[in-house]
Nanobody, 122 residues
Framework: QVQLVESGGGLVQAGGSLRLSCAAS????????MGWFRQAPGKEREFVVG????????DYVDSMKGRFTISRDNAKNMVYLQMNSLKPEDTAVYYC???????????????WGQGTQVTVSS
């Protein structure tokens, strides 16, 4: 019954942009904090950005500040991640998640999707 489906990933050159989308099939979507995390091969999972029910956002990675922006459309149960000025080190699988909090701890993760691959070439 709870399902998160990410889309919008792909191959892009350094300096380019992508917008990731997340379709959330959950009841009372507007009551939940949402976010994105990513995982690159051989590296630890890291939180990217979160957004709570009132629209307050939290950044978790300094290298993404000013480049990645999260937004949500409660009427459509959608979450987006706009990624600009992409760098090769941004290459990873990106996951949409339902959050229980905004601390950035792994314990805040409640649900997540299967992810979408983002590859940034030099």
């Amino acid at each position: 019954q709870v399902q998160l489906v990410e889309s919008g990933g792909g191959l892009v050159q350094a300096g380019g942009s992508l917008r990731l989308s997340c379709a959330a099939s959950i009841r009372t979507f507007s009551n939940y904090a949402m976010g994105w995390f990513r995982q690159a091969p051989g590296k630890e999972r890291e939180f990217v950005v979160g957004i709570n029910w009132s629209g307050t956002t939290t950044d978790y990675v300094d290298s993404m500040k000013g480049r990645f922006t999260i937004s949500r459309d409660n009427a459509k149960n959608m979450v987006y991640l706009q990624m600009n000025s992409l760098k090769p080190e941004d290459t990873a699988v990106y996951y949409c998640a339902v959050l229980k909090g905004m601390s950035g701890r792994l314990s805040d993760l409640a649900y997540w999707g299967q992810g979408t691959q983002v590859t940034v070439s030099s």
